[in-house]
């Protein structure tokens, strides 16, 4: 995804703006990966309260 960003913008301003943008695009990643709802995710994330998912169970 950050090769993509970066082809369609050329670039990222700051070295912190792609820390941020891996970061977010990890956190995504994750959550589909387990099946879990982005949507309410990133939506609690924005009001300051981010839910946390549950670890996978070990058997």
């Given at each position: 995804?950050?090769?993509?960003?970066?082809?369609?913008s050329?670039?990222?301003?700051?070295?912190?703006?792609a820390?941020?943008?891996?970061?977010?695009?990890?956190?995504i990643s994750?959550l589909?990966k387990?099946?879990?709802?982005?949507?309410?995710?990133?939506?609690t994330?924005?009001?300051g309260?981010?839910l946390?998912?549950?670890?996978?169970?070990v058997?």
């Open positions: 995804m950050i090769t993509l960003h970066q082809k369609i050329g670039t990222f301003r700051s070295l912190h703006g820390a941020i943008f891996c970061r977010i695009r990890r956190d994750t589909k387990q099946g879990l709802p982005v949507f309410e995710y990133v939506q994330a924005f009001q309260e981010p946390m998912p549950e670890p996978p169970k058997p």
